[in-house]
């Protein structure tokens, strides 16, 4: 011990050197292992039916400087009571589900219709309190109740018809004033989708609650804008939603 205590001490004087080095080597081959993983999976046809937001962590939060993808962790997570059972929609790879929800819910059961979106998930985002399970959700949806739903980023893959059809479904799996939050996005103003895979873009935020109010007496639906995305948030229940007058987690 007092040998290796010696040799530290005499090769302290490279700690701010080797310091420099190793974090700078980690950052700059990280950041573009998953540019290029990036570019990879999205500059070629077909484009992918789910993102790996570890591209999203490691190299585009940095190059974009846009937060709204932690964002829609973070305006779901506030709806969840400590113990919440919960059901996320569409899921993709599982990165929200372990990262935002896993430490506040007793349970997860996180679905999505490609098998490449839960193997994924089932790899890379694994928790004792999570599961993942291939569903349609227009025909699997899960027979349970749930304190929360959570539908994020896949509102926009189905038709307007689809939707209102989900809803009244989505509102028999929650609880008495159980949540629902999510997040999507308003149609580009020339019209064009921003994804092939989008079915129908909302045009403001009145559009997006439009779907909710004939199921859920409390809706909020609120906006981010950043240069490249115009986002739209939502909660909905019978009972109460973040940061209204009774929300406990707040002060009075």
Known sequence: ????NFLRRRLAFAKPALEI????MAEWWVSGAHHRLFLAQWGFLPTPEFFEHK???YWMWKAHRSPHWVERGVFSLLALEPGSKVLELCCGDGFNAYFFYSARAASILAVDFDPKAIAYAKKHFRAPNVSYEIADIRTQMPHDKFDNIVWDAAIEHFTETEIANLMADIKGRLIANGIISGFTIVERADGKKS????????????DLARFFRPHFRNVKVFETIYPDRHNLY?????GIIPFMEEWKAATK
Do not use: C, T
């Open 1 to 4: 011990m007092n040998a290796v």
């Open 195 to 206: 994804l092939s895979h989008h079915e129908y873009e909302f045009r403001s935020k009145e």
């Open 21 to 24: 080095l190793f974090s700078r």
């Open 55 to 57: 591209v999203g962590l």
């Open 234 to 238: 939502f909660w909905a229940s019978d």
